[in-house]
């Protein structure tokens, strides 16, 4: 079962870039489960831990920083 994989921040060059829009052009689910499914296996790619950025809560009305 796909859950979302919270595609609201990344890095990348300009021929990933073109990558990422070749091997999902077909929107036949969510980006993020897609670009998992479709693109990742292909790709060299890598993660940070700690995140270098967050999705502001619902009700938050302030950017927090991951940083410092």
Known sequence: EAFPLCTHAY???RETAKKLI???I???M???ISIEKKSLPQME???F???LAEQREKDDNVWKSTIG
Request: aromatic share 12%; with cysteine.
């Open 22 to 24: 070749e091997y999902n």
């Open 45 to 47: 790619h890598f993660c």
């Open 26 to 28: 077909e929107a036949n």
């Open 49 to 51: 831990i700690p995140a």
């Open 11 to 13: 890095l990348l060059k």
């Open 30 to 32: 969510p980006i993020d």
